[in-house]
């Protein structure tokens, strides 16, 4: 089960290339869509998404500021949404079934959530971390050992410092909760202490970045590096990496890829069946996206291909 937080996932028991996303229109949009690439379409320029479905709710219409999507161990498609008002809701939906909800979560965000299923608890709890709308992070859970009777519930303050505009999360190798985020235009790390324990962050990994980073542990090496890419304030994308094999484990310097003149302002990658790192970065203030992908860990990266397209909903 995928232990990271973005909005672009692959189907694997579909097989290799069943990807789908769930992409936020910018406002004043109120979008948002899924959408699938399948692997009996071969990638072609434009690339083929299909529009599988929408979020459409009348208590909980948009515009929104971003969203994150797991495959739950229910076999069900999550999302966490992020409302303009600050509001956070919880989506569903089975293969059979169009989508559910929303419940609303015990939070107030100032932008997009990061969300993940990790281990903690019989099942694997929910996980949630978004920017604060009083500044820092707000970090909210969901125990799903108790059957029927699941509530999300409020957790400690990961970090109370002002300036924090997006992030990331993952449940590493080591158990831990490892969330990065982008804070007064630097990208930083913060790992939790076990289930309930305290955040510690880390100095910079780099700066002159903006928007929603993504981040992943790949299976490159053991116990597994970290690779991280987000987007640039000047343009393109910066990709860094932490070798976990080390101690004290260390950040690369930045590799910068993708066109400069072409601003980005969300991120979400994921390590596909294949092997290789699979990005997709929607165009800044667009309702597009483009993909990009590095099929070594020691190998450039290709792209831009074009990516999912789509429009918002009046």
Known sequence: MVQHSGWFLERRELGEGSYEALVTCPPPARGLVHVTHTPAVPFTQPEIWGVESRI??????????GASIVRSSYGNLEAVCTQADGRLAHFWKSDRDGWRGPILLPAKAAGAPAFIQGRYGGVGNFEVLAPAAGGGLVHVWRD???GTDVLWRAAGQPDAGPGWSAVALLLSNSGRLEAIGVRNGELVCLTQDGPGGAWARSPAIGSGVR???AAVQTSYALP??????????????AHYWRNNAIAPPTWSAATLFGPEEMAFDDV??????SGALEVLARV????????????????????PYTGPSFTGDP
């Open 144 to 146: 799903n050992d108790r």
């Open 284 to 303: 800044s203030g667009q309702s597009a996206c483009k993909r990009f992908r590095r099929a070594a860990p020691d190998g450039g990266w290709d792209g």
């Open 224 to 237: 597994g590096d970290f690779d991280v890419v987000v987007a640039r304030a000047g343009g393109g994308l």
């Open 56 to 65: 459409r709710n009348a208590s909980f219409p948009g515009p929104f500021a």
């Open 268 to 273: 979400s990658m994921m390590q596909s069946a």
């Open 211 to 213: 928007g929603r980073p």
